[in-house]
T-cell receptor
């Protein structure tokens, strides 16, 4: 079965610094999703990548999917306290886009 | 409604008690998903509905777990004879066909 490994497990950065979170799949990805979760809340959809080499950006967050479609990275530029939370990558299991397998998450803390 | 609504937000159950968790999806969303998220882990898929049909229940951990969506809208996840290992956040998500899934805030179940 497919597994997603995220690294690092947790990250503490100073406000204004850049950071990268990685997600590696044991199998080829056919749809890679990034979500953000704050403690006690649901998941907020960030971005979805499907094609090898694809890159998407929203505000200060950029997500990339490598050419082999087995690894994705999430890069945050000039981090802010509002970026703090748990970042989860998810891979499609087939069928609807809500049918996902998730990594364990990366907990991001941003120190002001 | 504006988003996916789950109730209750928090539930404390005595071991052996039955519980029912409710999910109100976004109006018009055909697909509905239930996930279980243990502390420090990513969400794990439980079951999937398309309208009122339960198309995949492979993630339900035991026959104590039962989900229904009788009219293709509101869904209920029922757990019978709760055990301590059932303590988790239960997340519901809905999507309109193949578009991205929107998650509710979850129900935090604690079994004592």
């Amino acid at each position: 079965s497919q597994e997603l490994e995220q690294s690092p497990q947790s990250l503490i950065v100073q406000e204004g610094k850049n950071l990268t979170i990685n997600c590696t799949s044991s199998k080829t990805l056919y749809g890679l999703y990034w979500y953000k979760q704050k403690y006690g809340e649901g998941l907020i959809f960030l971005m979805m990548l499907q094609k090898g080499g694809e890159e998407k950006s929203h505000e200060k967050i950029t997500a990339k999917l490598d050419e082999k479609k087995q690894q994705s990275s999430l890069h945050i530029t000039a981090s802010q306290p509002s970026h703090a939370g748990i970042y989860l990558c998810g891979a499609g299991r087939g069928g609807s886009q809500g049918n996902l397998i998730f990594g364990k998450g990366t907990k991001l803390s941003v120190k002001p | 409604g504006a988003g996916v609504s789950q109730s209750p937000r928090y539930k404390v159950a005595k071991r052996g008690q039955d519980v029912a968790l409710r999910c109100d999806p976004i109006s018009g969303h055909v697909s509905l998903f239930w996930y279980q998220q243990a502390l420090g882990q990513g969400p794990e898929f439980l079951t999937y509905f398309q309208n009122e049909a339960q198309l995949d229940k492979s993630g339900l951990p035991s026959d104590r777990f039962f989900a229904e969506r009788p009219e293709g809208s509101v869904s209920t996840l029922k757990i019978q004879r709760t055990q301590q290992e059932d303590s988790a956040v239960y997340l519901c998500a809905s999507s309109f066909g193949d578009w991205e899934a929107f998650f509710g805030q979850g129900t935090r179940l604690t079994v004592v």
